[in-house]
């Protein structure tokens, strides 16, 4: 099993004390808000400190730069989904695996729409396919795959079945499809298009079901 490690360079210096966290999470915190506003081109580490209201150098101690603020948020955003949809799972005891899709798609479109800077970097830096980019999450798999292995982790007693080597790469082209199409809606309408979040569902529940 490939344990995902961090991607190189995301973070210099991870907070231990809780002002040096509630200053890390302002920097994620404005660099989310900047992406929805200006998009990759328009941010700035020297906008994303003002916007943060701390010290250029701050920032710096923190994150190497622009590919370490969209490394971090992208893992926050991960670590976020992974959370809310155990929550829902605790909740709701999904015994199968369309119940099981249907809280995951219904979980990454919450966060789509309420979540800042979502719509840009949700675990991967939408658009951007350059070497950097696709390595966001970990410096060995490609973003999907290493989505892919957090939620093995958490849903492969569920989805596993007899063959669980085929399953988990399963569980990867599906990440793939759903990644294409939930963004084809997004495209589509800016809160989702509920039609094609429909046929997300669909696909993934007759794919994952399939023996």
């Given amino acids: 099993m490939h344990v995902p490690a961090s991607s190189e360079g995301t973070v210099r210096r991870?907070?231990?004390?809780?002002?040096?966290?509630?200053?890390?999470?302002?920097?994620l915190d404005a660099t989310a808000r900047l992406l929805d506003e200006v998009?990759?081109?328009?941010?700035?580490?020297?906008?994303?400190?003002?916007?943060?209201?701390?010290?250029?150098?701050?920032?710096?101690?923190?994150?190497?730069?622009?590919?370490?603020?969209?490394?971090?948020?992208?893992?926050?955003?991960?670590?976020?989904?992974?959370?809310r949809l155990t929550r829902r799972m605790e909740a709701e005891r999904p015994s199968d695996v369309a119940t099981l899709v249907d809280l995951a798609v219904e979980e990454y479109v919450a966060m789509h729409r309420a979540v800042p800077g979502f719509g840009v970097v949700d675990f991967g830096a939408v658009g951007r396919e350059d070497a950097q980019s696709v390595h966001l999450l970990d410096s060995v798999l490609e973003n999907n795959a290493a989505v892919a292995d957090r939620l093995w982790a958490l849903l492969g007693d569920?989805?596993?079945g007899e063959d669980r080597a085929t399953a988990r790469v399963s569980l990867h082209v599906a990440l793939e499809c759903a990644d294409a199409v939930l963004r084809l809606a997004f495209r589509q309408d800016a809160e989702g298009d509920p039609l094609l979040i429909a046929e997300c569902k669909k696909l993934l529940r007759g794919y994952l079901s399939a023996e």
């Fill in 14 to 27: 991870r907070p231990v004390q809780r002002r040096s966290q509630e200053r890390f999470d302002r920097i």
């Fill in 39 to 83: 998009g990759y081109t328009g941010l700035t580490t020297k906008e994303v400190a003002r916007r943060a209201e701390v010290p250029i150098g701050t920032l710096y101690q923190f994150f190497p730069g622009i590919d370490g603020l969209l490394g971090a948020l992208a893992e926050r955003n991960l670590e976020h989904f992974i959370d």
């Fill in 158 to 160: 569920l989805i596993g």
